[in-house]
Nanobody, 119 residues
């Protein structure tokens, strides 16, 4: 059974940093190729903020324009973990952050982790 568990959220002042982690279990490396971080702010649709795809031995990362240059996605294939380093946080980054495959699998949405950025 696939399980994705996010952690690392919290309350931070604008300009601060947080590092989110996602522990994946019940999956194999063959379907672990594309992973992503998503977020959902109150009253808004869930959106993809960063994705990382493994092709051969190289990871390729993509970012939403709103976070480009501030967020860095990374993965540890050996440990089946996904991370998101978030720097220069802004109040508009406030949301619940989720990890999932990219494209996402609806059945695998977890509880997410709340990130709140105060101004």
């Amino acid at each position: 059974q696939v399980q994705l568990v996010e952690s690392g959220g919290g309350l931070v002042q604008a300009g601060g940093s947080l590092r989110l982690s996602c522990a994946a279990s019940g999956i194999s490396g063959t379907i672990f190729s594309g992973m992503g971080w998503y977020r959902q702010a109150p009253g808004k649709q869930r959106e993809l903020v960063a994705s990382i795809t493994l092709r051969g031995s190289t990871n390729y990362a993509n970012y939403a324009d709103a976070v480009k240059g501030r967020y860095t996605i990374s993965r540890d294939n050996a440990k089946n973990t996904l991370s998101l380093q978030m720097n220069s946080l802004k109040p508009e980054d406030t949301a619940v952050y989720y990890c999932n495959f990219s494209p996402p699998v609806p059945a695998y949405w977890g509880q997410g982790t709340q990130v709140t950025v105060s101004s």
